[in-house]
């Protein structure tokens, strides 16, 4: 018996490679590059749109929890970025390309995966499905979503960040380093009142390009570098431009993560933007170095669906009407690289398992991958956003000690739940 795995992103990819390491043959639908969206700019699978950081490595921070529970559960994508690593301070940086080029050599050299490149615009009811088509879901199979499980379509607006090319810097007017730390990690460009003040009257008065239906539902994680500035003055100086953390007593700075082993291209940290294209360049020069920058990628916005996972989905992934359908990734209301990751690996397993005549299992909510999964199912929010982890998640009975007990407790508690988990998906 095969499974159908609806979309190639983080999601769909891990999902894929979990059901095929288990003895499952899987088709994989991937529309791209016969259809493409907003945002994706090549057809390899798990494709990484936005930033090219996961997150924080450490373990007090709950994304990094995360990616050790996943990296636990047997992660494949996890072992691929590890790989492709590149200096990011406490993150998990990746090469973006030789990330995804070598998580889709996996699949296309993987006999029990077969590829198919086109659009499902309708869902296979009655074979047993995993729906990862993400955020940039295709209209077509969005509209069949909401006739057959009763919903209204939930949305938000995300946007991405540019990229610029090293060579094209002034790197007279910037200097490496990371904040609270030493090394070489992050590319910086510090401003004076006097610049700071001259950007930001440029970024709030500058020509914006925004969808037709454009209804300002931005997610509040991720929100674009002139919403931030519209909010005060100073409010880019207590977020992305923060000048904390540094030695020197800067009024701001500018953060630029390195995109690639090469170190020839640079993203501008925190600058998601929906920006005219003309108008990032003229803005974004007038960042210290940037005066004659090479733009390789404008900053853009696109709009993202997701379902309301509390009327849709059971604790195991799976859709309460259709039970031999799972839906992972961002379309399940998880925003995040490893949050995607992970739930499509919770699903993945749990196909096998279905195909198999074993029960579907249900991650403990003591995990922080449990507890993220339990508030998209369970939380009482009328008009939920995604949801990233975090330690505001986990079981109340934590919230009696002091936040570093409660970090520690949960933490050694996660470990041997994943053990056990373990013991039970690898059985």
Known sequence: MKVNVIGGGLAGSEAALQLARRGIDVVLYEMRPEKLTEAHKTSLFAELVCSNSLGSMEVKDARGLLKEEAKGLGSVLLQVALKYSLPGGKALVVDREKFSKEVTELICNNPRIKVLREEVKMLPLNEISVITTGPLTSANLLSNLKEKLGMNNLFFFDAISPIVTKESLNLEKMFYGARYSEGKDYLNSPMTKEEYEVFYNALINAEKHVPHDFDRLFFEACLPIE???????????????????????????????????????????????????????????????????????????????????????????????????????????????????????????????????????????ETMLGSLIKFIIQNQIENPQPMRANFGLIPAKYFSVSKNKRKELFIDKSRSEIEKLNGIIYE
């Open 227 to 365: 919403e931030i500035a519209r909010r005060g003055f100073d409010s880019m100086r207590f977020g992305p431009l923060t000048p904390k953390g540094f030695k020197e007593n800067y009024y701001s700075v500018v953060q630029f993560r390195r995109e690639n082993f090469e170190d020839t291209l640079y993203e501008l940290v925190g600058f998601q933007t929906s920006l005219a294209y003309s108008e990032q360049k003229r803005v974004f020069r007038l960042i210290p170095g940037l005066e004659n920058a090479d733009f390789v990628r404008f900053g853009s916005i696109h709009k993202n669906s997701y379902v309301k996972s509390r009327e849709v989905l059971l604790s195991t992934l799976q859709i309460k009407r259709f039970e031999n359908m799972f839906i992972a990734g961002q379309l399940c209301g998880v925003e995040g690289y490893v949050e995607s990751i992970s739930t499509g690996s919770v699903a993945g397993i749990n196909a096998a398992r279905l195909v198999k005549g074993k029960e579907p299992i249900s991650v403990s909510q």
